[in-house]
């Protein structure tokens, strides 16, 4: 039976390894990294805190003028379990969300699907930026990210602006 107190026993087991501690610790370096790198570069951006998640995801919230005025905030998120990067627009709350999806669909989206509408979902629109990313290679992985997240982010304010 999979109870709490055998995950956490396995739980246990694993950290003594040390190897869950030091892919974490260098997980929230680099997505710290990024975001400033990003906040440095492109000013007029807002740029949320790192929110680290339950080891299933981490993200940070960068969004343009342009998106925050419609309530709307652009994610990049690591996806734990599938070890991927991804871009997500989001509403600031449910209702901004529905709403949103509501306005966007039977629009030409492109390569973009509409999420649906229930609990657990977060997002209007998500795409994946980069899959089993090379952390070995830190500054190409943020630059691959930078200039992917950044085309996510034109294509969702072409879609948004009319």
């Known amino acids: 039976m999979d109870t709490l107190n055998s995950n956490i026993q396995e739980y246990q087991r694993q950290l003594e390894k ?43 919230a960068f969004t343009p003028p342009a998106l925050r005025e419609q309530k709307l905030k652009i994610a990049l998120v690591y996806v734990h379990e599938k070890n991927a990067f991804e871009a997500w627009l989001a509403g600031s709350n449910r209702k901004v969300q529905a709403d949103t999806i509501a306005r966007l ?10 999420s649906a509408v229930s609990p657990g979902v977060d997002s209007i629109i998500e795409t994946t930026l980069v899959a089993q990313p090379d952390f070995d290679s830190p500054e190409t992985l943020k630059q ?6 950044l085309a996510f982010i034109r294509d ?4 948004l602006g009319d």
């Open 18 to 60: 040390g190897q869950i501690q030091k892919a974490y610790k260098g997980l929230m370096t680099f997505m710290t990294g990024l975001a400033a790198d990003l906040q440095n570069r492109h000013a007029d951006y807002a740029v949320s805190s790192l929110y680290p998640g339950y080891m299933d995801m981490t993200y940070f």
């Open 105 to 114: 669909s039977g629009k030409p989206l492109g390569n973009y699907v509409l």
């Open 144 to 149: 691959t990210l930078e200039d992917r997240f």
């Open 156 to 159: 969702m304010e072409k879609l």
